[in-house]
């Protein structure tokens, strides 16, 4: 995989480098309700993010990728609570069970396509939810409790570099010959592989890519909620919020799942602090989400390129 140089780097790379880094700074000054609140923000992008490399990359929807945050949550749960790991170790344990799992369901479900991989990752995680809840050792059905203390910075540090690394790494293989072979394979995968282009290995590659990414987020999501519960964790609104986001801000873009999850998590935020409208939330973001993929199917980022021509050489 060849690493483009800092010269190719455009205005979206700069900009978000510059955001990345402005918050980092500025972290230790933040109050904590405010610094909470964005922890919660660079959870869903980093989730945002990950599925976008499956998503929006390949065109490969997974309505299943809450799996994948659901069991790094309970690794790291596991790891902190019975192996006496420190939370930072658990995240990367989350990590390497979500990238695993990907990599497994990935060897089944990626012969599907369509319609047929979507339901099989549905299934998926649905079957998983009901395994967790025989295993005695994940909490017998009621989940696993932490008492490791609030520590908002630590958390904060760590879904930061987590989120950094992922775009970077976005950023890398939608510019070099990966990113090429992805959008051959989203374009028409017949043709892809008749021009040579395995399409199998790369989609793996990005799928099991998504799952690490996923499971390292749901490793801090668990140390944020302090612990790892059944129902919780294996709520399928996690993976229609993070398809919600990449759709609102624009599938297979640099920009778009960090825009999608600003649109997406910060009104659910006002939503859940109102009762009268907390039950709405989801059927909102189901009509958003349906009203863009009918009428601007390139999310906020696409649309912008298409009418605004001075964007196309800025956002990507």
């Known amino acids: 995989m060849r690493l483009p140089s800092i010269r190719s780097f455009g205005p979206t790379v700069w900009g978000i480098g510059l955001f990345l880094i402005l918050l980092a700074g500025s972290a230790p000054r933040i109050p904590v309700f405010l610094l909470t609140l ?8 980093t989730l945002a993010y990950s599925l976008n490399l499956i998503t929006g990359l390949t065109g490969y929807v997974s309505f ?11 690794a790291l749960a596991y790891g902190v609570g019975t192996l006496n ?16 799992l990907a990599l497994g369901i990935g060897l089944l479900t990626l012969r599907f396509r369509g319609v047929y991989f979507a339901i099989a990752t549905l299934v998926i995680a649905i079957a998983a939810l009901y395994i967790v809840l025989e295993v005695k050792e994940l909490g017998d059905g009621q989940g696993l409790y ?29 510019h070099g010959r990966i990113g090429y072979g992805l959008r051959s394979i989203k374009s028409d995968e017949d043709a892809a592989n008749t021009l040579g282009i395995n399409a199998p290995r790369l989609k793996l590659f990005v799928y099991t890519l998504s799952g690490l990414f996923a499971g390292a987020a749901g490793g801090v999501y668990a140390w944020n909620v302090s612990g790892a519960f059944p129902y919780q964790a294996f709520d399928l609104g996690f993976s229609l919020q993070m398809l919600a986001m990449i759709v609102i801000g624009g599938m297979g873009t640099l920009l778009g799942p960090l825009i ?8 659910s935020q006002i939503f859940l602090t109102i009762p009268v409208l907390s039950g ?8 958003v989400v349906v009203v863009i ?9 696409g649309t912008l390129q298409k009418y605004i021509p001075e964007f196309r050489g800025i956002l990507e």
Do not use: D, K
């Not at 922890?39 to 869903?44: E, F």
């Not at 299943?64 to 309970?74: I, K, Q, S, T």
């Not at 932490?146 to 939608?174: H, R, S």
């Not at 999608?260 to 009104?267: D, E, I, M, N, R």
């Open 293 to 301: 993929a009918l009428f601007v199917p390139g999310g906020i980022v």
């Open 38 to 45: 964005i922890i919660g923000l660079l959870i869903w992008a």
């Open 64 to 74: 299943g990728h809450v799996v994948f945050m659901a069991l790094g949550g309970y």
């Open 260 to 267: 999608g999850t600003v649109a997406v998590y910060l009104p």
């Open 85 to 100: 790991l420190p939370p930072v170790a658990g995240v990367a344990l989350g990590a390497v069970v979500g990238a695993a």
């Open 146 to 174: 932490l008492n490791v203390g609030f520590q908002p910075l630590a958390m904060f540090y760590t879904i930061w570099v987590i989120l950094a690394v992922e775009i970077g790494l976005t950023y890398i293989i939608t």
């Open 280 to 287: 709405l939330q989801a059927i909102v973001i189901g009509v």
